[in-house]
């Protein structure tokens, strides 16, 4: 009995469909899931999009202005800043939470520090013309002084500027009280919130 030679044709052609060129499918798009929650230990209630784009603006034109971000969180107001044309190399991150530190390096310069023992150790020898915040709630008061502490012109013409995302219960003398934002603005906690600024010559 004769073996039948395994590298012959069968009797049927063979073929293979070939696509011409062009005619690829195209790749379905794949984007990363945007953060809206943030374990309680962070205490951070991430800023939506247009919110962070209109505390932007509030805090001026943008220029060479050292800039300060205390308690950055997932980074949103800073990007919202470098989309504005800030430079990054001129803004510092402040964020305690080792986990969210890691991500904001990737923006730009970031401590890892509480915000509140940064401002102790570098009063009178650190000073930023513009500062944009969205302080911890429960913390607001404290962290809101502890920037003030920190708010100078810096040789600039402009008054410092801070601008800060705070509960509506927030007082202060130097507040200027720009808008009030809905309670659903956050997707973690039904909280009143406002938006003001505070300006020093």
């Known amino acids: 009995m004769t073996r039948p030679a395994i590298y012959s044709r069968p009797n049927k052609p063979l073929t293979i469909p070939v696509r011409k060129r062009g005619e690829v499918a195209p790749l379905a798009t ?5 953060i809206i929650a943030v374990d309680r230990a962070t205490e951070c209630h991430v ?3 247009d919110v962070a784009r209109r505390m932007v603006d509030y805090l001026g034109p943008q220029g060479d202005y050292l800039t300060l971000e205390p308690s950055a969180g997932t980074g949103q107001l800073a990007r919202a800043l470098i989309a504005a044309g800030h430079s990054p190399q001129e803004l510092t991150m402040i964020e305690r939470h080792h986990k969210l530190a890691a991500g904001l390096h990737l923006i730009g310069p970031t401590i890892n520090r509480c ?3 940064y401002a102790g150790e570098v009063k009178g020898s650190a000073e930023f013309p513009r500062i944009i915040m969205n302080p911890p709630f429960r913390e607001a008061r404290r962290h809101v002084a502890a920037a003030l502490s920190l708010l100078d012109r810096g040789g600039h013409v402009e008054p410092a500027t801070l601008v800060a995302l705070v509960p509506v219960t927030f007082e ?5 009280h ?3 934002l809905p309670p659903d603005t956050f997707s973690t906690a ?3 919130t406002k938006i003001i600024r505070m300006r020093r010559d």
């Open 30 to 34: 794949i984007e990363a899931p945007e």
């Open 47 to 49: 800023t939506p999009d």
């Open 115 to 117: 915000f509140l023992e």
């Open 172 to 176: 202060h003398p130097e507040a200027e």
């Open 178 to 180: 720009l808008e009030t």
């Open 190 to 192: 039904r909280v009143h």
